[in-house]
T-cell receptor
């Protein structure tokens, strides 16, 4: 069973540009969550999608957005990049969106974004 | 709001020694608690979870954790460290099994000395 796949794994952008990151969940999983990991702020929740609907959103500015497609694949977009957006962006999927029982989060390897 | 505090950002142990990584939680209701491990250039892997059943939880790779409500703790232990245990470990909390987001601690980098 394939795991959570994130693309690209590494990318470099400059300030002011925008970026789109992609996440393919485990087959059959309908919930996709995104987390930002930085040395200073640690792991922070960005948002969660379930059946193409955003169900939760963390405390991030509107420059951070996402969407989920009918096949459960998800993308997140960051517009007008700032230096502080440099981070590892982790995607995680779960079967139905809960976090216990069989519905634990399975994480991908992440997309490492560097903003110059 | 819930939170977790991991005491010690860096822990070093000798191979074969006991591993103890500390996690304390703050929650107004009984929490659900998790330990994840992250190896370099990889995502997070679930080690174990506490979901209000047994207070002693056994996970993968010989790790276990005990939920102590009186101490608001969920410390991670392993009797004998192996070189392959060197990684960063994160404690995380959520308030409900139906919740869809985790609040993570700041992480503990474990170094295993030969």
């Amino acid at each position: 069973k394939a795991g959570v796949t994130q693309t690209p794994r590494y990318l470099i952008k400059t300030r002011g540009q925008q970026v789109t990151l992609s996440c393919s969940p485990i087959s059959g999983h309908r919930s996709v969550s995104w987390y930002q990991q930085t040395p200073g702020q640690g792991l922070q929740f960005l948002f969660e999608y379930f059946s193409e609907t955003q169900r939760n959103k963390g405390n991030f500015p509107g420059r951070f957005s996402g969407r989920q497609f009918s096949n459960s694949r998800s993308e997140m977009n960051v517009s007008t990049l700032e230096l502080g957006d440099s981070a590892l962006y982790l995607c995680a999927s779960s079967a139905t969106g809960g976090l216990v029982g069989a519905n634990v989060l399975t994480f991908g390897a992440g997309s490492r974004l560097t903003v110059l | 709001a819930q939170s977790v505090t991991q005491l010690g950002s860096h822990v070093s142990v000798s191979e074969g020694a006991l591993v103890l990584l500390r996690c304390n939680y703050s929650s107004s209701v009984p929490p659900y608690l998790f330990w994840y491990v992250q190896y370099p250039n990889q995502g997070l892997q679930l080690l174990l979870k506490y979901t209000s059943a047994a207070t002693l939880v056994k996970g993968i790779n010989g790790f276990e954790a005990e939920f102590k409500k009186s101490e608001t703790s969920f410390h991670l232990t392993k009797p004998s460290a192996h070189m392959s245990d060197a990684a960063e470990y994160f404690c995380a909390v959520t308030l409900s099994g139906s919740a869809r987001q985790l609040t993570f601690g700041s992480g503990t980098q474990l170094t295993v000395l030969p």
